[in-house]
């Protein structure tokens, strides 16, 4: 077993660059052989992720550099995929926040940048995209540092590490350098940053054996696959283990089959692992995200995870128009709501209920983007369904009903500011600041 490993999840705004950075890192630690055909934006392989250019799902990889084993989780950027985000942050003890060196932190960065804070997480902001011609790294150090500020970040986290890089060009460097020039070599200054700022291993190998689920997989040959971060104890291929959904959830026994963790973007079987690492276990058929895997003789459960709450809702229904039939396959009411079923069990910030009516089920999800994704998947492996418009979640907090509330920052030239603030003004819309 490795004795040094590093947890650390990679934020930052849509398109400043976080999954062609991660490319670099693997290609840089050796993680591809020579022959190996690299494809670019290489963690971004579902099919919708590619075509749209956006992160959806977060995703393990894992690299080699110095004798330690550095885990990375890419995560998404959008507020809508909120979910994804506070599972991911949960495995890692830091973020490395990435920042376009022209447009500097960006609303969205903020959404991210909040939650890990909150958590304690330690930021290393890297300053990328710094050989662009409009590059202002100085402005963007400030901004973060403001940014964090804002966000009620503690003197430890304001005081961060900075590293200047161009992820395209595969080159980091601690220091600025002159414009127009290359700063730095290789990848190295960011790896040694991650080295000497991220903690290292916590938790005790001999306690009791204690692990949350963070992410599902799914294999046709093994059944449902946990991923999970040891929070204390050892894990060992075989091993009699207690599920638990939280202090007070159910609990039952279990026993695991196979143990993986992640190599590159591959997986490599192991026969045991220890504290801080990210595992993959399978042999448990009913496992859930959240869930504590622990020592039955000493079960010590986390409690489970905290996820936003959805606010927009629809209604899915079985196609009853005079073209129903045309397009899909899976047509019947029990076949979306099998389907549905099944996406729950990743989806966790996902709700899905039955109606009074006969073949409509009401879904609701953080955002008109999360609910967009789903359908889109749905259309594409042959399921043909009607919905209805969104609706927003409204909520009966002490007797009183409550609508969601999300903040907006528009980016607007002075001669469209009038009709932007009114659009913004008929959707009750408050001004905050301008």
Known sequence: MSTQIRNIAIIAHVDHGKTTMVDQ????????????????TVMDNNAIERERGITILAKNCAVSWEGTHINILDTPGHADFGGEVERALSMVDGVVLLIDAQEGP???????TKKALALGLRPIVVVNKVDKPGARPDYVVNAAFDLFDKLGATDEQLDFPVVYASGINGWSSTEEGAPGEQWGTDMSALFNTILNHVPSI???AAAPLQMQVS???YSTFVGRIGVARISQGTVKAGQEVMIMAGPEGKAYKGRINQIQKFQGIDRVQVTEAGPSEIVLVNGIENLGIGETITDPLDPQPMPMLKIDEPTLTMNFCVNNSPLAGREGKFVTSRQIWDRLQKELRSNVALRVK??????????????ELHLTILLEEMRREGYELAVSKPRVVFRDINGEKNEP????????EETHQGGVMQALGERKGELVNM
């Open 25 to 40: 890192l693997l290609r840089q630690s050796g993680t591809f052989a020579e022959h190996e055909k690299v494809v670019d």
């Open 405 to 412: 509330i999300e903040l907006v920052t528009a980016d607007v």
């Open 202 to 204: 916590q938790g005790d």
């Open 354 to 367: 039955e109606t009074d009516e006969d073949g409509i089920f009401e879904v609701s999800g953080r955002g």
């Open 215 to 217: 992410a599902l997989d």
């Open 106 to 112: 960006m609303p969205q960065t903020r959404f991210v």
